[in-house]
């Protein structure tokens, strides 16, 4: 089994347990995703089958799309509604909704620098940090520079506010209302969290779990619909290509980032890219980004 499926994950599960449920309902054992989502959460949740679990690269560079609800008042361990309570705040600096909408789009915009949360899947010396931090573990997480391509306050009627944004892989939502409650001098933590879309896979494009059935899997080219393609017709250099012999496509003009290799009957062989450019600025020949076999 290969393919793709794009699932709405609903809130209280993780992300891994949605992967349970759908290999008990398609009887594949190799099922990957995309970008974690928290079990509070909900929302688009890309899953890889098969051998197309080694494809997950190709959507590093996406952005992804969230509405969160925000609770100024408290900080929590975990930065969301899940947490424990830390700090409780001693005033409460009420803004207009112009006043916080521009100290949003001031400090939340572009490129910026990130602490994720210590409940986290980053790992620290080896290990994830939220399970370090469920053991009380002291420990340092190191900032991170992403980027947020958009933000937008929807919603303010104190202490809530519902934001909507677009980020980079590896922003954290979660420390986006944390920092927005710190620099307000309120506190916060997300009550809500909605991943509305991965690039353009949105989420009206989205199955149910309990909907998901083998007709809902999709391939390569319905999720990749423009992406360059080549079609190799001669059988002995599908083959050699099949069996990992990369001087067969060294030579591949490649236009784009990738190149899709397909025989006559629009089957994947293989996906290539090129490297960058090396320090004596000379072009490394293309190489395998992915094989087929």
């Known amino acids: 089994m290969k393919g793709f499926l794009i699932v709405n994950k609903p809130a209280g599960i993780t992300s891994f347990d949605a992967i349970k449920k759908i290999r008990r309902i398609l009887r594949e054992k190799k099922i990957g995703h995309v970008g974690t989502l928290d079990p509070f959460a909900e929302g688009v949740l890309i899953l890889a089958l098969g051998r197309y679990t080694k494809l997950f690269f190709l959507f590093d560079d996406m952005p992804k799309e969230y509405i969160a609800v925000g609770v100024f008042g408290e900080s929590r361990d975990t930065d969301d509604i899940n947490g424990n309570i830390l700090k409780v705040s001693d005033k409460k600096n009420i803004l207009s909704f112009v006043e916080l909408e521009n100290i949003i789009k001031k400090n939340f915009y572009g490129n910026i620098i990130q602490k994720p949360p210590i409940y986290s899947a980053k790992r620290i010396n080896g290990r994830r940090a939220y399970n370090m931090a469920r053991e009380n573990i002291d420990f340092e997480i190191k900032n991170v520079n992403v980027r947020i391509n958009d933000i937008e306050l929807l919603e303010y009627d104190f202490p809530f506010f519902k934001i909507k944004t677009s980020v980079s892989k590896g922003t954290y939502i979660r420390a986006i209302i944390r920092d ?82 397909t025989d006559k009957e629009n089957n994947l062989i293989a ?23």
Request: hydrophobic fraction near 35%; glycine fraction near 4%; aromatic fraction near 10%.
């Open 180 to 261: 927005i409650g710190e620099i307000t001098g309120n506190f916060a933590y997300t009550k809500e969290l909605r991943r509305t879309a991965i690039g353009n896979f949105t989420i009206d494009k989205t199955q149910n779990l309990n909907d998901i059935s083998n007709k809902n899997i999709l391939s390569f080219f319905e999720m990749f619909e423009n992406v360059d393609k080549k079609i190799i017709e001669n059988e002995n250099i599908i083959k050699q290509i099949l069996c990992g012999n990369t001087k067969t496509i060294e030579n591949f003009e490649i236009s784009n980032k990738y190149l899709v290799l």
């Open 271 to 293: 996906l290539i890219g090129k490297k960058e450019e090396n320090k004596d600025n000379r072009k490394n020949k293309n190489i395998f980004a992915f094989i087929n076999s």
